[in-house]
């Protein structure tokens, strides 16, 4: 069972659209969720980081975590162009011990928002 | 700002040979970590180092790799017989309080086993 989904897509939008990206799990323990954007050949860089259920707002960005439906998203309003990057969820169970948190990734959403 | 570097950028060995990824973390950061990521598929989590010592593994860390903090700046992992399905993007990442917000990864090795 997979752990993690996410719709690579490509998604194309155009300048100045709100992008919705979403992300659902199977794991209930999951407690703590973020979304990373990834350039071509680039590491992943936090974007938005939620603990528990709820919405989260961060310039033109908004993350939201639904438990009971095991579903998060993140709205980005106005899209630039400089936007177009892969989006990737991602989520942990918390600390184990002296693990700190091993995170557990989507598969990535390819955004492209056209000028 | 401070980063996660990882050298080199792009390996290409041949199948059986050890190699060795480099990654220096940020300074005062105490968790540190190695992710991959195979083309087309999700990163992946492999190894968590705290204390000088792994604190958590997945699966895919078997008996092949391994990981060092040598001289306390640097941090590699190795595999020591490389095979065709260990080509992949590694990034290495570390966190000062372990906590999932200060998460930094570097820009990874791309490894190419031929």
């Known amino acids: 069972q997979k752990e993690v989904e996410q719709d690579p897509g490509p998604l194309s939008v155009p300048e100045g659209a709100i992008v919705s990206l979403n992300c659902t799990y199977s794991?209930?323990?999951?407690?703590?969720f973020m979304w990373y954007r990834q350039y071509s050949r680039k590491g992943p860089e936090l974007l938005m980081y939620?603990?528990?259920?709820g919405n989260k707002e961060d310039g033109r960005f908004t993350a939201q975590v639904d438990k009971s439906s095991k579903y998060i998203s993140l709205f980005i309003r106005d899209s630039q162009p400089s936007d177009s990057a892969t989006y990737l969820c991602?989520?942990?169970?918390?600390?184990?011990?002296?693990?700190?948190?091993?995170?557990?990734f989507g598969k990535g959403t390819s955004l492209l928002v056209t000028p | 700002e401070p980063e996660v570097t990882q050298t080199p950028s792009h390996q290409v060995t041949q199948m059986g040979q050890e190699v060795i990824l480099r990654c220096v973390p940020i300074?005062?950061?105490?968790?540190f970590y190695w992710y991959r990521q195979i083309l087309g598929q999700k990163v992946e989590f492999l190894v968590s180092?705290?204390?000088?010592?792994?604190?958590?593994k997945s699966e895919i860390f078997d008996d092949q790799f391994s990981v060092e903090r040598p001289d306390g700046s640097n941090f590699t992992l190795k595999i020591r017989s490389t095979k065709l399905e260990d080509s992949a993007m590694y990034f290495c990442?570390?966190?000062?309080?372990?906590?999932?917000?200060?998460?930094?990864f570097g820009s990874g090795t791309r490894l190419t086993v031929v």
């Open positions: 180092f705290y204390n000088n010592e792994i604190s958590e």
């Open positions: 990442a570390s966190t000062l309080t372990g906590s999932n917000y200060g998460y930094t």
């Open positions: 939620t603990y528990s259920s």
């Open positions: 991602a989520m942990s169970v918390g600390p184990n011990s002296n693990s700190g948190y091993a995170l557990n």
């Open positions: 794991n209930s323990a999951f407690q703590y």
């Open positions: 300074s005062n950061h105490l968790y």
